[in-house]
């Protein structure tokens, strides 16, 4: 019997008793439905083929490969590797594997033209500690910004690229690092829920359009601290044969970072639009 719970008030849902293999177009909608109620949906106990992984994720939009080549599956290009090839054939771990997702609270894609609407992770093996993801509320953040803040931010769009104003991109090669910034308005209406969120990335945003850089900066600062609100948080603490999907329109994510590098912790990943408008 298909068992679904409530992992925190705003963001989570865990579900229990289901194969992904196996579901049908109801359940599939009853499981949608709550993936958009809780922004993140957990699959417990999986048993998944990369082509089952492949076929589940494709009932939620279009995969696309990540820009990040390097950690490409060999023979599934839409299927990124977390985890895998953590160390340096010197024997020194390459922080930018074992730290990805870590740097900071996050959403997937907002340097690209259309944002991803999801990402899906697969557990393949898992650290004894530490190791989890962290979610929290857009829609929650966008909620908390002062009336004043709200007005300000209408009409207000943000410059994004992979590396932010770091230029953090040592996953990506050479000539992938120079892309043209992808502009989206800081307050987004989700598409399918109608709800206003604060769509914000303090990592990849270059700048605020039409600010000075000190304006920039100072809103960029301002918008950071109201990300991340107390009650909102769900921390995915994993198990080998969960399948997690988060919703990138309305969820905050970071990876703890924190797990004994010397153990695995490997997912397969994959990144997900929506399906053009057919209607
Ligand atoms: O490994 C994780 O927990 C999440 C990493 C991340 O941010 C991502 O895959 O987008
Ligand atoms: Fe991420």
């Known amino acids: 019997m298909i068992e679904i719970r409530r992992m925190t008030p705003q963001v989570g849902a865990l579900v229990e008793g289901v194969d992904v293999k196996a579901i049908d177009d109801e359940t599939f909608a009853t499981l949608y439905r709550t ?3 809780c922004n993140v949906l957990v699959v417990r106990g999986q048993a998944l083929a990369i082509g089952d992984f492949l076929a589940y994720s494709r009932r939620f939009g279009l995969l696309e490969p990540h820009p990040s080549k390097s950690t490409r599956h060999p023979d599934c290009p839409e299927v990124t590797l977390l985890g895998v ?3 340096n054939p010197d024997g020194q771990l390459n922080m930018a594997i074992y730290r990805r997702g870590a740097e900071g609270w996050h959403t997937d894609g907002a340097y690209d033209e259309v944002p991803f609407k999801a990402t899906q992770l697969y557990a393949l093996a898992i650290p004894s500690r530490g190791g989890d993801t962290l979610f929290a509320s857009m829609y929650a953040a966008y909620d ?11 009409g207000l769009q943000g410059a994004y690229v992979y590396g932010g104003r770091r230029k953090r991109a040592d996953l990506l090669n050479p000539e992938d690092r120079n892309r043209k910034p992808a502009l ?6 989700h598409p399918e829920t109608g709800r206003k969120a604060l769509y914000f990335d303090p990592g990849k945003i270059l700048r605020v359009e039409g600010l000075d850089a000190t304006e920039s900066d100072a809103l960029i600062d301002e918008l950071a601290g109201y990300m991340i ?10 198990r080998t044969g ?3 999907i988060w919703d990138n329109r309305c969820s905050f994510h970071k990876a703890a970072g924190d797990y004994p590098p010397e153990e695995d912790r490997i997912h397969w990943r994959v990144s997900i639009k929506e399906h053009a408008v057919t209607h």
């Open 35 to 37: 993936w958009l109620e």
């Open 85 to 87: 090839n953590k160390f």
């Open 144 to 154: 908390a910004l002062p009336a004043k803040l709200k007005q300000r931010l209408e």
């Open 184 to 189: 989206h308005p800081l307050v987004r209406t």
């Open 229 to 238: 609100q107390p009650g909102t948080e769900y921390h995915h603490q994993w």
């Open 242 to 244: 969960d399948i997690v």
